[in-house]
């Protein structure tokens, strides 16, 4: 879809430096570098896919209304959410049939149970290199489990203060942490992730409402152009997603309504049209996302219920 995506941004020559520092400074594991927003968004400017081979393949799983994000680079693993308990059985279908065994990163985005349900099942069974969390606390039996995971398999975590990033299989993955430590939605305690691989951006908004989606824009992430969002909260409506669709541009965006919200928020929709995206609900089934760096095929898997 042409004039939503600028690819040929030309950058100066402060941030190729920055971004020399940055690679400098980013390594695998939970120890990558931890910085601004401002600092990812510009090394990602320079540096982009860094070995040119490969291919993203990002799986947003079927799983109702709750949220489960699988990213493939061939290399690397990660998953954004891990939806609801009940889930667990189908993400391990998912992740067996792709030979994944491993899983470099579990970034949960908060800690509503429909977000982080099979969390401490999928720790118990698969290795898992690093949990990146919010940095926060839940009453809930979901979030016991996985604190209790966490610390029987020794998996390295880490509860975000400030902004991170870390680079894997050719990709840059910049984490954006809330600003304040406390919210009466714990929605807006969510981490939002932000992908980059090669030349195409990816933009994953947990559940954010309107107050930590306002807090995102300011920032130097919030001002980029994304090829895709997965919409906050299960494409509930509110006034700064027009400023969030208005910016990024987005050629196509994912919802995670499930049959209960078959019927969306008409304005999420309205909106997403006026901008000519692409709509995507995983009520239909898994919606399959692949990237060369260069170009993007959006997909799905449609089945009746």
Not at 22 to 47: K, P, R, W, Y
Not at 228 to 239: E, S
Request: net charge negative; aromatic share 8%.
């Amino acid at each position: 879809m042409p004039g939503r995506y600028t690819r040929n941004r030309k950058p100066s020559i402060d941030i190729y430096i920055i971004a020399i520092i940055s690679i400098l400074l980013t390594v695998t594991g939970c120890a990558s570098h931890t910085g601004t927003s401002e600092e990812s968004a510009v090394s990602s400017e320079a540096q982009g896919q860094q070995d040119g081979s490969g291919r993203l393949q990002m799986t947003f799983l079927d799983t109702g209304k709750s949220d489960c994000i699988i990213m493939d680079f061939g290399d690397g693993v990660i998953i954004n959410d891990t939806a609801d308990a009940d889930d667990y059985e189908d993400i391990c279908v998912f992740l067996d049939e792709n030979g994944i065994t491993t899983i470099d990163y579990m970034i949960l985005s908060h800690f509503d149970k429909d977000h982080i349900g099979s969390a401490a099942d999928l720790i118990g069974t698969y290795e898992v290199g690093c949990v990146l969390m919010p940095d926060y606390e839940e009453d809930s039996e979901p979030y016991e489990e996985l604190m209790d995971a966490l610390e029987d398999s020794g998996t390295e975590s880490v509860k975000l203060q400030e902004d991170y990033s870390f680079a894997i299989a050719g990709a840059e993955v910049y984490v954006s942490v809330p600003e304040q430590e406390e919210y009466e939605d714990d929605n807006n305690y969510s981490l939002i992730t932000a992908v980059t691989y090669g030349e195409n951006r990816f933009l994953l908004m947990g559940d954010a409402m309107k107050k930590r989606t306002g807090e995102f824009l300011q920032t130097a992430l919030g001002e980029e152009h994304y090829d895709l969002i997965k919409m906050p909260h299960h494409g509930d409506y509110h006034k700064k997603l027009d400023n969030l669709v208005e910016c990024a541009r987005p050629a196509w965006a994912v919802l995670t309504a499930g049959q209960e919200r078959k019927k969306l928020e008409e304005e999420t929709l309205e909106l997403l049209d006026k901008y000519g995206c692409q709509v995507y609900d995983t009520t239909d089934g898994n919606v399959t996302v692949e990237s060369d760096g260069e170009n993007i095929t959006v997909s799905q898997t449609v089945y009746n219920k």
